[in-house]
């Protein structure tokens, strides 16, 4: 698994229609062999998927403690240094917040109607996209892995792109017509997604922990998992599973949303509304999305998707910070999703 990563990796790199700068404010953990932390110590952290010193810090010191060949002395002498080199800042002004929230990117969904509504899929937030099946999920999944890669003044995050699949439905022939839609060179476009395919819930999470060292060292702006949830409700089956299930997704919904603010990336993850058909298991009503309030809590902006009038799709906003209960409509097209023509 960790070569199907290094694999997509050796990739031919990608032309330049997005600017590969240093990433900005982020401090790698490699840094800490200046405080006097070995390399060795500093490499077992990376392989466990800490690659940056914020990432030692947002971490609870229970799950350092976790890293293979780290004692907790080590671990306290790790985040000392951590500290020290992140300045040991805690409070931050509030006009340092402001200038925070201004690097967030909203990246245009290829549709002005739902960008009129939300302004785009956020940077620096999970956003889960959930509705019943050939709504446009993967779609619009499809769609923003090509806007991310335009030019920020042309509403995109210029930016590559890794992708999750847990249910083998990325089709990379649909990225091209997508691409050519805005211009870009196709070839480039699918040099710049990532892609894996996960196959089990623990895969999934292994191959989220590997995407770190990705976004530590090149400008990712965007992170599909499509779809959060399907392998979950394989791997763990019935009422006695309900509560481990609950927990492992919870832990997965806070790594995403660490990742998300860590690396300034847009977290866009699909979950589906399907009824259980024994009617009893996980949902009682057949229009909640898989996980329940564990996604609720932990995503900040929640779309529904359902099929409209004739062709049409609506995406409702079930939850934003500061967008109420509204719909828009869309179309699938080959191009990818657009504002429905009427
Ligand atoms: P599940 O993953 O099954 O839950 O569905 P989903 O919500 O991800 O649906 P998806 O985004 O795959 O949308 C499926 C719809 O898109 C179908 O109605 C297809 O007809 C349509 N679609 C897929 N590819 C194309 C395309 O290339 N051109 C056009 N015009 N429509 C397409
Ligand atoms: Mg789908």
Redesign the pocket.
Same mark, same amino acid.
């Given at each position: 698994m960790a070569t199907e990563i290094e694999q997509m990796r050796t990739l031919p790199e990608a032309g330049d229609h997005y600017a590969v700068e240093e990433i900005d404010g982020i401090e790698l953990i490699d840094k800490l062999a200046t405080l006097g932390i070995s390399a060795a110590d500093v490499k077992k952290a990376k392989d466990a998927g800490y690659h940056t010193v914020r990432s030692l810090l947002m971490s609870p010191k229970k799950h350092l403690w976790n890293i293979k060949g780290l004692s907790e002395a080590k671990v306290d002498k790790m985040l000392d240094a951590a500290r020290k080199l992140s300045g040991e800042v805690v409070f931050i002004t509030g006009g340092q917040l402001l200038e925070l929230k201004r690097s967030v990117l909203k990246i245009t969904t290829g549709c002005q109607a739902i960008d009129a509504l939300v302004g785009g899929i956020e940077t620096q937030c999970v956003t889960e996209v959930y509705?019943e099946?050939? %709504?446009?999920?993967?779609?619009?999944c499809s769609t923003v892995c090509v806007t991310t890669q335009l030019p920020t003044e042309s509403g995109g995050g210029a930016g590559k792109v890794c992708y999750i699949d847990t249910?083998g439905?990325f089709r990379p022939e649909?990225i091209a017509p997508i691409a050519e839609r805005y211009a870009l060179s196709p070839d480039e476009v699918l040099n710049n997604i990532v892609y894996a395919r996960a196959h089990t819930s623990d895969n999934q999470m292994d191959l989220i922990n590997m995407t770190a060292g990705l976004f530590a060292e090149e400008p990712f702006r965007l992170l599909v998992i499509d779809s959060i949830s399907a392998l979950f409700r394989v791997d763990y089956v019935g009422r006695g599973e309900l509560a481990e299930r609950q927990q492992k997704l919870g832990a997965m919904m806070s790594k995403l949303k660490k990742l998300a603010e860590e690396y300034n990336i847009a977290v866009l993850l699909?979950n589906?509304v399907m009824a259980d058909p024994s009617g009893q298991m996980f949902v009682a009503d057949p229009k909640k999305h898989v996980g329940g309030h564990i996604m609720s809590h932990a995503s900040t902006c929640r779309f529904m998707?359902r099929k409209g009038k004739g062709d049409t799709r609506v995406l409702k906003v079930i939850q934003h910070p500061s967008v109420g209960e509204s719909e828009a409509v869309f179309q699938? %097209?080959?191009g990818g999703i657009i504002d429905a023509e009427d």
């Amino acid at each position: 698994m960790a070569t199907e990563i290094e694999q997509m990796r050796t990739l031919p790199e990608a032309g330049d229609h997005y600017a590969v700068e240093e990433i900005d404010g982020i401090e790698l953990i490699d840094k800490l062999a200046t405080l006097g932390i070995s390399a060795a110590d500093v490499k077992k952290a990376k392989d466990a998927g800490y690659h940056t010193v914020r990432s030692l810090l947002m971490s609870p010191k229970k799950h350092l403690w976790n890293i293979k060949g780290l004692s907790e002395a080590k671990v306290d002498k790790m985040l000392d240094a951590a500290r020290k080199l992140s300045g040991e800042v805690v409070f931050i002004t509030g006009g340092q917040l402001l200038e925070l929230k201004r690097s967030v990117l909203k990246i245009t969904t290829g549709c002005q109607a739902i960008d009129a509504l939300v302004g785009g899929i956020e940077t620096q937030c999970v956003t889960e996209v959930y509705g019943e099946f050939k %709504t446009g999920k993967t779609q619009l999944c499809s769609t923003v892995c090509v806007t991310t890669q335009l030019p920020t003044e042309s509403g995109g995050g210029a930016g590559k792109v890794c992708y999750i699949d847990t249910e083998g439905s990325f089709r990379p022939e649909r990225i091209a017509p997508i691409a050519e839609r805005y211009a870009l060179s196709p070839d480039e476009v699918l040099n710049n997604i990532v892609y894996a395919r996960a196959h089990t819930s623990d895969n999934q999470m292994d191959l989220i922990n590997m995407t770190a060292g990705l976004f530590a060292e090149e400008p990712f702006r965007l992170l599909v998992i499509d779809s959060i949830s399907a392998l979950f409700r394989v791997d763990y089956v019935g009422r006695g599973e309900l509560a481990e299930r609950q927990q492992k997704l919870g832990a997965m919904m806070s790594k995403l949303k660490k990742l998300a603010e860590e690396y300034n990336i847009a977290v866009l993850l699909t979950n589906q509304v399907m009824a259980d058909p024994s009617g009893q298991m996980f949902v009682a009503d057949p229009k909640k999305h898989v996980g329940g309030h564990i996604m609720s809590h932990a995503s900040t902006c929640r779309f529904m998707t359902r099929k409209g009038k004739g062709d049409t799709r609506v995406l409702k906003v079930i939850q934003h910070p500061s967008v109420g209960e509204s719909e828009a409509v869309f179309q699938i %097209t080959n191009g990818g999703i657009i504002d429905a023509e009427d």
